[in-house]
């Protein structure tokens, strides 16, 4: 929570939510400069672990982008043909959609402007380090590609709701052949991603050191951002696992835990709570 509150991290964000078109199509869509505390995974790797990683793919679902009314509207020069028109960084309508409608532990709940590695450990090529495609105007590739002649009628490019919304070899080898790591981490580092931005975890094997990495994203404060906020709030006070995750409730007994009382002025304002 150190991390996730402090000036540093709160200063990286508002520089990160303000590369978007805040205010478009006559509305101020979020506020850059709060985003809210997304209290996601940490991930740790000790030393020996080996590990298949993750294949490449996006969030912030998959069939819904095609079916969704306010993704509809987010791509709507993509699905109008007028692809060269399509901007990635235009905020209009992202913070409408409610993209997973079915309680899994694999969702986002809210919306993300850049998505997060921050390293707790140094980490080199060919142990585990992210890769991405760096371009994310190739979501109108992949929302297309299930439309040309090549793919059967009853085929998503393995698209299914609620999901991940993955990318392969069989039918995005353009796309594939972008796919980057990226430099070698020191502890403290930290590395974001678009929130449309094709990535993926290399595999691993006989991990050399620690592979640690803590998920902080950039989520601007906005009206579905401020709900699950809130959620998060209520969740702290008892010490409760907060929605999209499961339900563990390990530290509802914990001695000494993070509480209320810890937040700083960022975290406050993070979550919610007038300071």
């Excluded at 991930?43 to 793919?57: C, E, N, Y």
């Excluded at 299930?146 to 991940?164: K, M, N, T």
């Excluded at 972008?178 to 975890?201: F, K, M, N």
């Excluded at 699950?228 to 999209?244: C, I």
């Amino acid at each position: 929570m150190q991390a996730r509150q402090s000036e540093e991290m709160a200063l990286a964000q508002s520089f990160l939510n303000r590369l978007w078109q805040v205010e478009r199509d006559g509305k101020r869509w979020f506020n850059p400069d709060i985003s809210i505390i997304y209290p996601d995974r940490i991930r740790r790797r000790p030393p020996g672990t080996t590990s298949k990683g993750l294949g490449a793919h996006t969030d912030s679902g998959a069939l819904e982008r095609w079916l969704l009314p306010a993704y509809q509207q987010v791509f709507a020069s993509v699905f109008n043909g007028n692809v060269e028109q399509y901007d990635p960084w235009n905020a209009a309508h992202r913070t409408e959609v409610e993209e997973y409608t079915v309680d899994n532990t694999t969702k986002c709940s809210v919306f993300r402007t850049f998505q997060g590695w921050t390293a707790l450990s140094d980490m080199l090529p060919g142990q585990g380090l992210l890769h991405v495609v760096p371009i994310p105007e190739a979501m109108a590739y992949i929302l297309l590609r299930p439309l040309l002649d090549d793919v059967p009628e009853d085929e998503l490019c393995g698209v299914a709701p609620g999901r991940v919304l993955p990318v392969s070899e069989q039918w995005h080898p353009l796309l594939m052949a972008a796919l980057t790591s990226i430099p070698p981490l020191e502890a403290g580092d930290s590395v974001w991603w678009h929130c449309d931005v094709i990535h993926s975890v290399a595999p691993v094997e006989n991990q050399q050191g620690w592979g640690n990495v803590m998920y902080i994203p950039a989520a601007p404060m906005c009206e579905k951002n401020l709900a699950y906020a809130r959620k998060v709030k209520a969740a702290l006070e008892t010490g409760a696992s907060p929605g999209d995750f499961p339900r563990e409730d390990y530290e509802t007994t914990w001695e000494g835990r993070f509480t209320l009382r810890d937040l700083n002025i960022h975290g406050k304002r993070a979550l919610g709570m007038d300071v």
